[in-house]
């Protein structure tokens, strides 16, 4: 880069990609081979990637540094997909070396926070991206979605950064956020059933809509995590706010400081549930359908399933202080506190394992997502056990798990009308009644599962087969087992 600021030097417009490459391949040397300079080389490319000149970086999308060399050969910028790859190359870089979290003491952390300032600026080249190739562009955004959830915990120390990183999901990855989180498979009306045309159809549908779905869901994972971060500071005051400086990322200035930061992930929250869920008519998705999508999502991801169930367990905390919320920012809380709420997601997690132990087991002894589901089933029960009366009382998800386990065929509309109705001849019938019955098989599908659980673990426990100490879990199982006893 310094070369082509001074412009001593014809150079090839794939040098500097090819560059990138060879970092990449040293730093995954290195870690094959667990040299002893992985570290040091990690420092040092971090280093550098901070100290990069940014303007002339992004000069190499619009070609005004073009015009500067002298060999024609640079004709690197006119071209949207070389310049894509150039980016693309800088990105596999840094997750790469992100994935090196274990750097020790302060200077470590402190390395990998200063890459926060500088995702902002690597996504600003998705804007010269747009209109090119379809999977370089779909390339890009997955590279940066990676990096940013690998930078998670270092963006969360500080609530301006999160506010931008807020501002950065909506401004690049809008679409993804409110794209529909059910699943569709498209039919031609003049295709018929069982064509190799619809076979090949569907096929190019269901694989773009992975493609789709993986980066949806690190994009709502990550605004999720942002959001509720932020809402949630407004009760304890953790994060360090720095919003009164003037040199805030993306050039957006935010005025006030962490109160102001509280209301803007609040207000997120509150146009987000707008875009994917009140604009829906109501007589096709009902709150189980936005749950039970919202779970489906992540159910095909096992870490970010964690991930997000455990964020969504302090949405609670979020409506615990209302007075001086605004209507909208009210609205946002009771919205994600209701329509989210973790015991009742809890019983939609268990219904969607079709009640199956044995997988909750294979979750907790993972190597990978071991300890988040412990984290996780330790905090639910916990809640479970405060709000007995909600987890045994689920009838308010009931009728919309009931359509999609074939137990019972009604429409939408019977089932909003029939809730519409609070006349005491309405409590008497029959379909309340039989909701009733039904809401109490949910609870004993529950039961029975955690019951099968706590046997299994205390089982593999005497054996010496369970990796690390049950223990806390079990005493939690235990107080489950004493509530259900007591009715």
């Given at each position: 880069m310094t070369v082509l600021e001074q412009r001593g030097l014809s150079i090839s417009g794939q040098v500097i990609p090819s560059l990138f490459r060879v970092l990449h391949a040293i730093l995954k040397f290195l870690k094959h081979s667990d040299s002893e300079l992985k570290d040091d080389f990690t420092y040092l490319s971090i280093h550098h990637i901070q100290k990069m000149p940014w303007v002339t970086f992004h000069q190499l999308y619009t070609g005004e540094l073009v015009n500067h060399v002298k060999d024609s050969r640079f004709g690197y910028c006119n071209d949207s997909a070389q310049s894509g790859i150039l980016t693309g190359s800088?990105?596999?870089?840094?997750?790469?070396?992100?994935?090196?979290?274990?750097?020790?003491?302060?200077?470590?952390?402190?390395?990998?926070?200063?890459?926060?300032?500088?995702?902002?600026?690597?996504?600003?080249?998705l804007l010269e991206q747009h209109y090119g190739p379809e999977s370089l562009y779909q390339y890009l955004k997955h590279k940066i979605l990676m990096v940013m959830m690998r930078l998670n915990p270092y963006v969360q120390e500080d609530c301006t950064n999160i506010v931008c990183y807020l501002k950065l999901i909506r401004q690049y990855f809008h679409g993804l956020l409110h794209e529909p989180m059910l699943q569709h498979v498209t039919k031609l009306d003049n295709c018929l059933e069982g064509s190799p045309f619809l076979l090949n159809i569907v096929g190019l549908v269901e694989s773009k809509d992975k493609s789709t779905r993986h980066l949806q869901r690190k994009a709502i994972y990550l605004f999720l995590s942002y959001s509720i971060c932020l809402s949630c500071n407004r009760n304890n005051g953790t994060l360090r706010c720095s919003c009164k400086r003037d040199d805030c990322l993306l050039g957006h200035k935010v005025q006030g400081c962490s109160d102001h930061c509280s209301c803007f992930g609040l207000s997120e929250i509150s146009d987000w549930f707008q875009r994917c869920y009140l604009d829906t008519s109501f007589y096709s998705k009902s709150s189980t359908d936005f749950a039970l999508s919202f779970l489906e999502l992540y159910m095909e991801e096992d870490d970010m399933l964690f991930g997000i169930l455990l964020q969504l367990l302090d949405a609670p905390l979020i409506f615990q202080e209302i007075d001086n919320m605004k209507i909208t920012e009210l609205i946002a809380a009771k919205l994600l506190s209701s329509i989210l709420y973790p015991v009742h997601l809890f019983h939609l997690f268990l219904f969607l394992l079709h009640y199956d132990h044995m997988v909750l087991v294979d979750y907790l002894i993972s190597k990978d997502v071991g300890v988040h589901c412990a984290q996780y089933l330790l905090r639910c029960l916990r809640l479970v056990s405060q709000s007995w009366h909600a987890f045994v009382d689920d009838s308010i998800y009931l009728a919309k798990i009931e359509k999609l386990n074939c137990k019972r065929q009604k429409t939408s509309r019977?089932?909003?009308?029939?809730?519409?109705?609070?006349?005491?001849?309405?409590?008497?019938?029959?379909?309340?009644?039989?909701?009733?019955?039904?809401?109490?098989?949910?609870?004993?599908?529950?039961?029975?599962?955690?019951?099968?659980?706590?046997?299994?673990?205390?089982?593999?426990?005497?054996?010496?087969?369970?990796?690390?100490?049950?223990?806390?879990?079990?005493?939690?199982?235990?107080?489950?087992?004493e509530l259900c006893e007591q009715g």
């Amino acid at each position: 880069m310094t070369v082509l600021e001074q412009r001593g030097l014809s150079i090839s417009g794939q040098v500097i990609p090819s560059l990138f490459r060879v970092l990449h391949a040293i730093l995954k040397f290195l870690k094959h081979s667990d040299s002893e300079l992985k570290d040091d080389f990690t420092y040092l490319s971090i280093h550098h990637i901070q100290k990069m000149p940014w303007v002339t970086f992004h000069q190499l999308y619009t070609g005004e540094l073009v015009n500067h060399v002298k060999d024609s050969r640079f004709g690197y910028c006119n071209d949207s997909a070389q310049s894509g790859i150039l980016t693309g190359s800088l990105l596999q870089l840094l997750c790469s070396l992100l994935e090196e979290s274990d750097l020790g003491g302060t200077d470590g952390q402190d390395m990998y926070v200063k890459l926060v300032d500088i995702v902002p600026m690597i996504a600003a080249s998705l804007l010269e991206q747009h209109y090119g190739p379809e999977s370089l562009y779909q390339y890009l955004k997955h590279k940066i979605l990676m990096v940013m959830m690998r930078l998670n915990p270092y963006v969360q120390e500080d609530c301006t950064n999160i506010v931008c990183y807020l501002k950065l999901i909506r401004q690049y990855f809008h679409g993804l956020l409110h794209e529909p989180m059910l699943q569709h498979v498209t039919k031609l009306d003049n295709c018929l059933e069982g064509s190799p045309f619809l076979l090949n159809i569907v096929g190019l549908v269901e694989s773009k809509d992975k493609s789709t779905r993986h980066l949806q869901r690190k994009a709502i994972y990550l605004f999720l995590s942002y959001s509720i971060c932020l809402s949630c500071n407004r009760n304890n005051g953790t994060l360090r706010c720095s919003c009164k400086r003037d040199d805030c990322l993306l050039g957006h200035k935010v005025q006030g400081c962490s109160d102001h930061c509280s209301c803007f992930g609040l207000s997120e929250i509150s146009d987000w549930f707008q875009r994917c869920y009140l604009d829906t008519s109501f007589y096709s998705k009902s709150s189980t359908d936005f749950a039970l999508s919202f779970l489906e999502l992540y159910m095909e991801e096992d870490d970010m399933l964690f991930g997000i169930l455990l964020q969504l367990l302090d949405a609670p905390l979020i409506f615990q202080e209302i007075d001086n919320m605004k209507i909208t920012e009210l609205i946002a809380a009771k919205l994600l506190s209701s329509i989210l709420y973790p015991v009742h997601l809890f019983h939609l997690f268990l219904f969607l394992l079709h009640y199956d132990h044995m997988v909750l087991v294979d979750y907790l002894i993972s190597k990978d997502v071991g300890v988040h589901c412990a984290q996780y089933l330790l905090r639910c029960l916990r809640l479970v056990s405060q709000s007995w009366h909600a987890f045994v009382d689920d009838s308010i998800y009931l009728a919309k798990i009931e359509k999609l386990n074939c137990k019972r065929q009604k429409t939408s509309r019977d089932v909003i009308s029939s809730r519409a109705s609070s006349s005491k001849e309405y409590k008497n019938s029959s379909g309340y009644d039989k909701e009733a019955k039904n809401s109490q098989k949910l609870f004993l599908d529950a039961k029975v599962c955690l019951y099968s659980f706590k046997r299994t673990v205390e089982d593999l426990q005497k054996k010496g087969l369970f990796p690390y100490n049950p223990k806390p879990l079990l005493r939690s199982l235990a107080r489950f087992e004493e509530l259900c006893e007591q009715g």
